[in-house]
């Protein structure tokens, strides 16, 4: 089978990675792919978003089976387009309707449907420029910290915790009067602040069956010691020491099945990923988010993982035999280290040329995944803020975050930074 790979990040390089081992791949594409995809396929050069570009290319392509890394294109709808257009059906397109995607896509819908369905999640309530002063009411009368979140997708950036009710008077406000967001915090969901410990989960559906696939830890801040600004990930661990079989089980029950369950119930349209972002609150689980695609940098954990032939799982998810697949993964720990450009998360260059020395580094251990790079005259450079992605595996969390760090002494471009402590409330 051929098949195209949307996306160009860490993620779509773990994916193909994944994909590139199964028996049932033949060609693999890549749109717009990166320097590592070039390794595992053939980069095309098609927006993620280009819908007409995608449905040429599958054509001429005899592209079986589409597989959809970032959210933008879910939440624009490209499984519709791909759905509803006579030319394309026979084509499997792996990720959720416009209309399931809106579980990432509207941070109002996505608590909608959790009240819905009785799945724990923060209390909250939900502001627009025709209520503002009852917003702003309403926060001065929140219990500290406070949550705002930009109702539409944001980059990863449309949340603010505030301390103190002027902070979110004044995030309120440049949410909504300022469009600090444009359209996506023309509506502002206000959130009880949880306190506890952030995980994920990831499954796959296909809107009434599931199969957890895996969870992972990852590190959002820029500083060690969870320190600084949100960053999209400076790393990621799987699997988590405190998730075991009675959380997991939590998780399921009140989580995984009512979410399934939802679809099922309101017919939503859902052959993908779901990523459950979870605060563990004292051993309780509940969503804080819903992604309607894998993780960024989780996915550079959970692939390694997963020994499942990824394309007959995809396969049989979109064909109704997942109730007959048995998830098998590696019995090892997974640790990924982010390497990212000088000045990031703020503003940073383009363009440094990057060097890899294999440093000893076992290759059966460890794997690179590239995330913001290119292919130039001069060799591979930087292209983004977060760079490469280095997995590693390792008998304890303490050998595979080691084992990554060190193959890290091999890597430099100008400006590299990384951070030495992921995993380390677990070494």
């Known amino acids: 089978m051929n098949i195209l790979v949307i996306g160009s990040g860490g993620r779509e390089h773990a994916l193909a990675w994944k994909l590139r081992q199964s028996t049932n791949c033949d060609k693999l594409y890549i749109a717009p792919g990166n320097a590592g995809t070039a390794s595992c396929g053939i980069n095309v050069k098609i927006g993620v978003n280009d819908f007409a570009a995608q449905k040429q290319f599958c054509l001429s392509n005899e592209i079986g089976l589409v597989i959809v890394g970032p959210e933008e294109p879910l939440v624009k709808g490209i499984y519709d387009y791909f759905t509803n257009d006579p030319a394309l059906q026979h084509i499997k397109v792996f990720g959720p309707s416009a209309e399931g995607a809106q579980l990432e896509g509207s941070k109002a819908f996505s608590k909608k449907f959790m009240q819905r369905h009785n799945i724990p999640t923060a209390a909250y309530a939900e502001f627009t420029a025709d209520n503002f002063e009852e ?144 605060m563990n609150v004292a051993g309780t689980p509940y969503v804080i988010e819903y992604n309607c695609r894998m993780g ?43 390497a990212v450009s000088g000045g990031y998360p703020g503003d940073y260059e383009k363009g440094k040329k990057i060097t890899i020395n294999a440093n000893g580094t076992d290759p059966e251990q460890t794997i690179v995944f590239h995330a913001g790079t290119t292919e130039t005259e001069k060799g591979v450079v930087t292209n983004g803020g977060r760079v490469l992605a280095v997995s590693s595996y390792g008998a304890t969390m303490s050998e595979a975050v080691a084992a990554s760090r060190k193959a890290l002494e091999g890597i430099d471009f100008e400006g590299i930074y990384y951070r030495k402590d992921i995993g380390f409330e677990f070494e």
């Open 135 to 278: 917003g702003k009411k309403y926060l001065r009368q929140h219990s500290l910290p406070i949550v705002l979140k930009a109702d539409g997708l944001a980059a990863g950036k449309g949340v603010v915790i505030s301390q103190t009710h002027a902070e979110a008077l004044e995030a309120f406000e440049e949410m909504i009067v300022n469009k600090q967001f444009g359209d996506a915090s023309a509506k502002v969901v206000v959130e009880e602040f949880l306190q506890g410990i952030e995980v994920s989960v990831f499954a796959i559906t296909n809107g009434s069956q599931y199969k957890i696939i895996g969870h992972a830890k990852d590190y959002k801040r820029i500083g060690e010691g969870d320190t600084g600004l949100n960053t999209g990930g400076m790393g990621c661990v799987s699997p988590v020491p405190f998730m075991d079989a009675a959380f997991m089980q939590k998780v399921e029950q009140t989580i995984v099945a009512p979410t399934i369950n939802g679809f099922k119930q309101e017919a939503i349209t859902y052959k993908g990923f779901v990523f459950f972002g979870l």
């Open 296 to 338: 960024d940098p989780e996915t550079e954990v959970v692939m390694p993982l997963l020994q499942n032939d990824l394309v007959t799982l995809l396969l049989d998810t979109c064909d109704g035999r997942l109730d007959q697949v048995a998830i098998t993964t590696d019995s090892r720990y997974c640790a990924t280290v982010m």
